[in-house]
C-alpha cells in the first residue's frame, strides 16, 4: 500500500491568489496523477505523468498547471484562483500494475 | 475508448442484509477492473482488483467481486453489511494499453439503516 500525502487537506481563500496544492508519495511510484471530484461526483482526470519532466493533461481541461521535478512530487498550482475552482482535489500514484493508489485530498474553496 | 457505467446511483440497505453493486465496463483488450471506496471528505481506498486468473476476487472488508467477460461485468458483493459499509463506491477500468489511466464509473451511493 502506497503513503500519499496531501496538504493543506482545506483550504479557503479568495479569488485572484496563486495556490499551490502538494502531493508526495514515498513509494517510488512513477506515475502520478490529479482528479478533480466535485462532492457525490465522479473523477475527472486533469493532469498526469510518467515520471520526473513528465507531465500530460487529463481528459477534463483544467486551468491549472503542474510539475515534476522529483520522482516523490507532484504540485498542483492555480496562478489566480476563482470560484470556479472550488472543488476536491485528489491526488493519487500508480505502480507498474496500474493499480492507483490515492492521498486523502484537498478540498479548495475560493471565495 | 474504455468506459465504466455503474447503473445504480443511490442504493439503501439495510444492516446485515446483502449487497451487490453493479459495474459494466467497455474496454477493446483485456481489462484490469476495480472497486475503491471513498468516505465523506477523503481519498479512494482500493477495495480489490482484478488482473486475470481466478475470475472471483476478494477484497478487504469482506467484499468480493466475481468478472464476466462475457457479460463485461465486474459486481461488487458483500454477504453482510455493516453501518461502517456506508459510503461511495466507484468501479474503475484500465488496462495494458491505458498506460495507467483509468476510466472511473460515476459512483454509487450506499446508505445503511439499522
Known amino acids: 500500500e502506497a503513503d500519499i500525502y496531501q496538504t493543506p487537506r482545506y483550504l479557503v481563500i479568495g479569488t485572484g491568489k496563486k495556490i499551490t496544492l502538494e502531493c508526495s508519495q514515498t513509494?517510488?511510484?512513477?506515475?502520478m496523477y490529479w482528479y478533480q471530484q466535485d462532492p457525490g461526483m465522479e473523477l475527472h482526470l486533469i493532469h498526469y505523468?510518467?515520471?520526473?519532466?513528465?507531465?500530460e493533461k487529463g481528459d477534463l481541461s483544467s486551468e491549472s498547471t503542474v510539475s515534476r521535478i522529483r520522482t516523490e512530487h507532484f504540485p498542483l498550482t492555480l496562478e489566480s484562483a476563482r470560484p470556479s475552482h472550488t472543488s476536491q482535489y485528489l491526488c493519487?500514484?500508480?505502480?507498474?500494475?496500474?493499480?492507483?493508489?490515492f492521498g486523502p485530498g484537498t478540498r479548495l474553496t475560493v471565495l | 475508448a474504455q468506459s465504466v457505467t455503474q447503473p445504480d446511483i443511490h442504493i439503501t440497505v439495510s444492516e446485515g442484509a446483502s449487497l451487490e453493486l453493479r459495474c459494466n465496463y467497455s474496454?477493446?483488450?483485456?481489462?484490469?477492473l476495480f472497486w475503491y471506496v471513498q468516505s465523506p471528505g477523503q481519498g479512494l481506498q482500493l477495495l480489490l482488483k482484478?488482473?486475470?486468473?481466478?475470475?472471483l476476487v476478494q477484497g478487504i472488508k469482506g467484499f468480493e467481486a466475481e468478472f464476466k467477460r462475457s457479460q463485461s461485468s465486474f459486481n461488487l458483493r458483500k454477504p453482510s453489511v455493516h453501518w461502517s459499509d456506508a459510503a461511495e463506491y466507484f468501479c474503475?477500468?484500465?488496462?495494458?494499453?491505458?498506460?495507467?489511466?483509468?476510466?472511473f464509473g460515476a459512483g454509487t451511493q450506499v446508505v445503511v439503516t439499522p
Open positions: 505523468s510518467y515520471g520526473v519532466n513528465s507531465t
Open positions: 474496454y477493446g483488450a483485456t481489462p484490469y
Open positions: 482484478y488482473f486475470s486468473g481466478d475470475t
Open positions: 474503475a477500468v484500465g488496462g495494458a494499453d491505458s498506460w495507467g489511466k483509468l476510466q
Open positions: 513509494m517510488g511510484h512513477d506515475k
Open positions: 493519487a500514484s500508480s505502480e507498474y500494475t496500474d493499480t492507483q493508489y
